[in-house]
């Protein structure tokens, strides 16, 4: 399995709309093969949106469509995520008062309850 996490830093204000912009494409992601599931995870100052894959390449699939741009105010993966280093977010993804940054792991599942 295949996690990506985004972790954006950001006033509650834009975090509450990037959350309601996450809801509304998440459904998006089931038409992509290896896609397993998304979540959000919230506290008062972040904002963490976590996917799972079947692979990486999965991911990659969705990150070089064009579904993908239109999730992330036009932007390609690369440019999205900063290649792992914080970055301004479009108005897209929620106003210019907030930064994101990206990591990537491969996981195992040990239990399933």
Same mark, same amino acid.
């Given at each position: 399995m295949f996690i990506a996490v985004t972790r954006i830093a950001a006033p509650a204000e834009a975090l509450d709309r990037m959350a309601v912009?996450?809801?509304?494409?998440?459904?998006?992601?089931?038409?992509?093969?290896?896609?397993?599931?998304?979540?959000?995870?919230?506290?008062t100052q972040t904002l963490q949106a976590?996917?799972?894959?079947?692979?990486?390449?999965?991911?990659?699939t969705y990150t070089r469509s064009g579904l993908f741009g239109a999730h992330h105010g036009g932007?390609?993966? @690369? *440019?999205?995520?900063?290649? $792992?280093? &914080?970055? @301004? *977010?479009?108005?897209?993804? $929620?106003? &210019?008062a907030s930064a994101a940054s990206a990591a990537y792991y491969e996981a195992e599942v040990v239990v399933v309850v």
């Open positions: 912009a996450f809801r509304k494409a998440a459904p998006d992601l089931k038409q992509f093969n290896g896609f397993l599931g998304f979540e959000l995870w919230r506290d976590v996917s799972r894959w079947e692979s990486r390449a999965a991911m990659e932007e390609t993966g @690369a *440019q999205a995520h900063g290649g $792992g280093q &914080a970055h @301004a *977010q479009t108005p897209a993804q $929620g106003g &210019a």
